[in-house]
């Protein structure tokens, strides 16, 4: 069954400080990996998207990695600030798949605190 | 930001009440889904569409119904609303870009609207 799992399901960080926020995903065949953003009450916002040649890529002071052997993605936010607070969900595409026939993870809702 | 709008942003209704969810995207965008998504869970696709009289049905089973008849307008209709439909819905627009595989596609979400039926 293609699932994506995300932890930890929360976290509490203080500003200025890192975090590192996991993904784990069964998805097979494999295409892409997404990294959204999503603050309350809004649609998610796309952060960054890797395919499988691809294991890290960086937006801004966001940074994803892939390992496609184990199936393991994370993101790391570098000195978090107050707008980081939201929800960041994982997104795993399988390859050759119908559009839209994404699976997505619960997400990580990360709060940063000043 | 992305260009694409949902009305109305809250909605709270009573049983029985027939009612639509607005969705329009002015990026010319030819691909359009529907999510839904609870609280602290993840979002199910219900509902998408390729193009103009193209709609298919989700992952997730949904009494709702969609229509496009243009590009830039993708509504959802609920008949008959139940406190079952309470739930966020997350309206989206996609369209590949020149030279990279479709399954790149970038989803670009609107605000969702929030519906409560009592």
């Known amino acids: 069954k293609n699932q994506v799992e995300q932890s930890p399901q929360s976290l509490i960080i203080l500003e200025g400080k890192n975090c590192t926020l996991q993904?784990?995903?069964?998805?097979?065949?494999?295409?892409?990996l997404r990294w959204y953003k999503q603050d309350t009450g809004r649609g998610p916002v796309s952060l960054t998207i890797?395919?499988?040649?691809?294991n890290t890529k960086s937006n801004g002071r966001y940074t994803a990695t892939l390992d496609a052997d184990t199936k393991q993605s994370s993101l790391h936010i570098t000195a978090s600030q107050l707008s980081d607070s939201a929800s960041y969900i994982c997104v795993v595409s399988d390859r050759g798949s119908t559009l839209g026939r994404l699976y997505f993870g619960r997400g990580t809702q990360l709060t940063v605190w000043p | 930001e992305a260009d694409i709008y949902q009305t109305p942003r809250y909605l709270v209704i009573g049983t029985g009440k027939k009612i639509t969810l607005e969705c329009s995207q002015t990026?010319?965008?030819?691909?359009m889904y529907w999510y839904q998504q609870d609280p602290g869970m993840e979002l199910h696709l219900i509902h998408y569409s390729y193009g103009v009289n193209s709609t298919e049905k989700g992952d997730l089973s949904s009494e709702s119904t969609v229509s496009r008849i243009r590009t830039e307008h993708f509504p959802l209709t609920l008949e008959s609303a139940r406190p079952s439909h309470t739930s966020q819905y997350l309206c989206?627009?996609?369209?590949?870009?020149?030279?990279?595989?479709?399954?790149?596609?970038?989803?670009?979400f609107g605000p969702g609207t929030r519906l409560t039926v009592l």
């Open positions: 990026m010319g965008h030819d691909k």
């Open positions: 989206a627009s996609s369209e590949s870009a020149s030279g990279t595989p479709v399954e790149t596609d970038t989803q670009y």
């Open positions: 993904c784990n995903y069964t998805v097979s065949p494999f295409s892409n």
């Open positions: 890797m395919t499988f040649s691809e």
